[in-house]
């Protein structure tokens, strides 16, 4: 199970289901740094395939661009990892997946930095009825423990937005 590694409850991962469910709607994610976990956390619970519409791993800077429509300048000016990088995956993730909900993530996990950002450094992008918003995490640990983190708070800022 992909949820124990992650240190992420399974109720809490469940419940996010249940209250998109319970609502109408749908999610897809856009994911860098990551790389599927989000969509892989989703998917543990049962009945998720009701909810979540699928996910982008764009883990290489030019997937950005090509499969999840981050606009080629930004990457160009600010590189892969940035605040409005992470909007626009979340944003693309709706789109082109066609989900009421996206979820961008973008960052780096180290060992080494990444275009000048520090390893712990982590974008998460939203995109839903109200618009699109970044929250920006700076992370402890080895390359795991960042990941980990970051589904982690990924998914428990998406539950809060949608309480």
């Avoid at 892969?80 to 997946?97: I, M, N």
């Amino acid at each position: 199970m992909i949820l124990e590694p992650l240190g992420l409850p399974f109720p809490q991962v469940a419940a996010l289901i249940d209250a998109l469910r319970q609502r109408g709607e749908t999610v897809a994610t856009a994911e860098s740094l990551t790389a599927g976990l989000v969509t892989a956390a989703l998917t543990e619970v049962p009945g998720a395939s009701a909810v979540v519409r699928g996910g982008l791993v764009v883990y290489a800077t030019d997937l950005k661009d090509r499969l999840a429509g981050v606009d080629a300048d930004l990457l160009a000016e600010h590189g892969a990892v940035h605040p409005d990088v992470a909007a626009q995956l979340a944003v693309g993730a709706s789109r082109r997946c066609g989900a009421d909900w996206g979820i961008g993530l973008t960052g780096v996990a180290g060992p080494d930095p990444q275009d000048g950002v520090a390893p712990g450094t982590v974008h998460l992008g939203f995109a839903g009825p109200g618009g699109a918003q970044v929250r920006t995490v700076e992370l402890d640990g080895d390359r795991h423990a960042v990941r980990a983190a970051a589904v982690r708070v990924a998914l428990e800022h998406f539950a809060g937005l949608l309480r």
